[in-house]
């Protein structure tokens, strides 16, 4: 399952008014580590492998990376091949987002509006072809011998994070009697629930074939690429 901002995390990867400009790298300063000489004219001629030369370079500190939060956007480039520039909204106004944010839809929503330069929704994402699996057929032997066929579907990328948010417990915990309750009434095209069980089989096959969607989608969609690199930049920015 997608975790959150700091806690749940999803695999999707396609596109506010934010400013544009160049994208960036961060910068890395190096430290030199060179020693300065003592001035002397005997210290320049001093042999390799001399007493003096070994421990000049014992007092040489290694090399210390420092990464700069000078350049607050960044280019994340899917596995697609599509390119989303990310634009740092300050410490304040991203704190704020990720406080406000009222379940993983809304978090995304926010992603979409304030970080993504450009205008990103999910319809945006579901036009992406990514080449995961939304639809499954899933045919079930009845007792008796005759067979039915179930189609699972996701319409839309959005019902991965719907469902995200309606699996979650009173505590935030994942539910399965939640998780199944949402498949059978939003991603089964026929008419199931849980009484309908009691008289039919393929509950298990039909529960596991939509959770396998909804883990392909959560882990390897475009959404799900883009969504996870947004929540990393910003974790980098709270560094």
Do not use: C, W
Request: aromatic share 10%; net charge negative; no cysteine.
């Amino acid at each position: 399952m997608t975790e959150q901002l700091d806690n749940t995390k999803v695999n999707v990867n396609n596109g506010l008014g934010n400013n544009g400009g160049q994208p960036q790298d961060s910068v890395a300063d190096q430290n030199s580590g060179a020693v300065a000489g003592s001035g002397n004219p005997a210290d320049s001629n001093v042999t390799e492998g001399s007493n003096a030369d070994t421990a000049d370079k014992k007092d040489v500190a290694p090399a210390k990376q420092v990464v700069s939060k000078k350049f607050h956007q960044e280019t994340f480039t899917s596995s697609n091949g599509n390119e989303y520039l990310m634009i740092f909204p300050g410490m304040r106004k991203a704190a704020k987002l990720k406080n406000d944010a009222d379940g993983v839809m809304e978090l995304h929503k926010m992603f979409m509006k304030e970080i993504l330069e450009g205008k990103y929704d999910y319809k945006t994402f579901d036009a992406v072809k990514d080449d995961v699996d939304r639809t499954k057929e899933v045919t079930v032997t009845e007792d008796d011998g005759t067979e039915k066929i179930y189609h699972i579907n996701f319409q839309s990328i959005k019902q991965v994070d719907d469902m995200t948010d309606n699996s979650a417990d009173r505590l935030g915990r994942l539910s399965d009697y939640l998780s199944y309750e949402y498949i059978f009434d939003n991603l089964v095209q026929e008419d199931v629930n849980y009484d309908y069980f009691d008289t039919h089989a393929g509950f298990t096959a039909i529960t596991d074939a939509a959770m396998n969607l909804y883990s392909d989608l959560m882990q390897n969609s475009e959404f799900a690429e883009v969504m996870n690199a947004v929540n990393d930049f910003l974790n980098k920015m709270f560094r």
